[in-house]
């Protein structure tokens, strides 16, 4: 049920994002306006040269430029200033418009589930409205079976119709670019060599959240790994270390390996940090081929890249780790016999 207030606090947002629009509108053109006025005469072209130039002619304009009669150039600039201005606070009006009557209808259908459905999708969805992505498939005819989480399929990406196969998105999951990719390998192969099918493995699926800094993670959680496993060490090497976060001033964040079993099998990997989402590739490679710590640390890292970080926190978990003991223990042994 909508109450008054509700409705109320919708039409106030409804005015500050046309406001706000405005705002960002005016400050766009008086951007190009600053820019036409100091950069025309070099032949700078921006979206104000484009609105001025059919009004007061290109000879004229550019005359007026040299010549200092900058009075030529402020009506096609007023003009540039409303039309962004104008242009943005529509944006405002439609989308405010159609989220406060979607709030108080409580429902939006989204017709089609790729990439811009599914972002319009989440967007009315944050504003309170229960959204419902229709394919326009007709899926009931096809036989294909799904939910309001997406399309049911198998191990294989196979859907309730055998012969029909599903990626991305529409199935629900892991909603990640770089996955559906994945995911898409895997099903034209199915597609194409149903000898011998291969299933999705997803032990290791890297995601990053875009942020300043990045927060990067793959794998289990320390959580998630003491329920999994018997044996499991944490590993965590300060961002400040690295050599280059400090080169770069970007010191803030951590790389955190969750270690599992005597092998110190590697089972997660949290970072924050600068460009932390480009490190994963290497920690997703030694997951996805169980690699231990010492072929990380026998692998020659540039110097002086934040991939080094990689090594750096290795050879720490290295350090801590039930190996070095029984080295230091074996030196000190053998120490100790020949001093005798």
């Given at each position: 049920m909508v109450t008054t207030r509700d409705t109320n606090s919708w039409i106030r947002l409804l005015v500050t994002g046309i406001i706000a629009g405005m705002i960002a509108g005016a400050v766009m053109a008086m951007y190009a306006m600053i820019a036409s006025v100091t950069f025309l005469g070099q032949g700078f072209f921006t979206p104000l040269y484009a609105i001025a130039v059919p009004l007061v002619g290109q000879q004229s304009l550019m005359s007026s430029m040299h010549g200092g009669a900058f009075y030529f150039v402020l009506g096609p600039a007023v003009l540039g200033l409303i039309i962004h201005m104008m242009w943005s606070a529509l944006y405002g009006v439609i989308f405010g418009l159609i989220a406060l009557w979607t709030h108080l209808r409580g429902l939006v259908a989204v017709i089609g589930g790729g990439p811009i459905g599914?972002?319009?999708?989440?967007a009315f969805?944050?504003?309170g409205s229960r959204v419902t992505i229709?394919?326009?498939?007709?899926?009931?005819?096809?036989?294909?079976?799904?939910?309001?989480?997406g399309i049911a399929v198998d191990a294989y990406l196979q859907t309730s119709t055998p012969n029909i196969l599903a990626v991305g998105d529409v199935i629900g999951g892991y909603l990640f670019t770089h996955v559906a990719a994945y995911q898409a390998g895997v099903a034209v192969r199915n597609a194409l060599v149903p000898i011998g099918k291969k299933k999705v493995d997803y032990r290791?699926?890297?995601w990053c959240t875009f942020t300043d800094p990045e927060v990067a993670h793959?794998?289990?959680?320390?959580?998630?790994?003491?329920?999994?496993?018997?044996?499991?060490?944490i590993v965590k090497f300060p961002w400040a270390e690295i050599d280059r976060a400090q080169a770069e001033h970007a010191t803030t964040g951590f790389i955190k390996l969750i270690l599992a079993g005597e092998k110190d099998e590697i089972v997660g990997a949290h970072m924050i940090g600068a460009r932390a989402g480009e490190l994963l590739g290497e920690i997703s490679l030694a997951m996805q081929r169980r690699l231990r710590l010492s072929d990380i640390l026998a692998t020659i890292h540039v110097y002086p890249t934040m991939s080094t970080g990689i090594q750096q926190a290795a050879f720490e978990a290295y350090l801590e780790g039930a190996a070095v003991k029984n080295h230091r223990k074996i030196v000190r042994t053998l120490l100790s016999l020949r001093g005798r």
């Open positions: 599914v972002e319009l999708g989440q969805a944050r504003l229709i394919e326009g498939l007709n899926l009931e005819a096809a036989g294909v079976t799904y939910t309001d989480k290791v699926v890297p793959v794998g289990l959680t320390p959580e998630e790994a003491e329920q999994r496993h018997k044996q499991v060490r």
